[in-house]
């Protein structure tokens, strides 16, 4: 668990890290893990992910070569843009608002019928 004072040490000792590697005179490389070194990555995937190479060595057949796929019509919608993004599906509902003399909700101070709170 982290609190906000083991927050601040962390970032003392990244910046003390930091500065030690540089009057150090050492390369930032030395001290990054392999995880994060592209000869890693290129080793781990090797065999999985296959080069694609230039569209003019594909070995694509005529039938296929001969179709012509043009993208779909499209035009813009009518009317003034949306102001407000639309919420995903998975967020839930808004914020509750309250009249904030009555300290009810739903209601604003012209149709406030509630007696005041004190």
């Known amino acids: 668990m982290i609190t906000r004072f083991g927050v601040g040490m962390i970032k003392l000792q990244v910046c003390y890290l930091t500065d030690s590697i540089m009057f150090g005179k050492k390369k930032f490389v030395d001290f990054n893990s392999d995880f994060y070194k592209t000869n890693t990555w290129l080793e781990s995937y090797y065999g999985l992910i296959f080069p694609v190479g230039h569209p003019s060595k ?3 057949p005529t ?3 001969s ?3 043009l993208p779909s019509e499209w035009r813009a919608q009518a ?4 102001k407000n993004r639309v919420p995903s599906a998975d967020e839930h509902g808004s ?8 300290k009810k909700s739903s ?3 012209q149709n406030c019928r509630n007696p005041l709170a004190d």
């Open 58 to 60: 594909w070995n694509t």
């Open 95 to 102: 914020k509750i608002r309250y009249y904030t003399i009555c």
């Open 67 to 69: 179709k012509v796929v």
């Open 63 to 65: 039938e296929v070569r």
């Open 79 to 82: 009317g003034r843009l949306r």
């Open 107 to 109: 209601h604003n101070r």
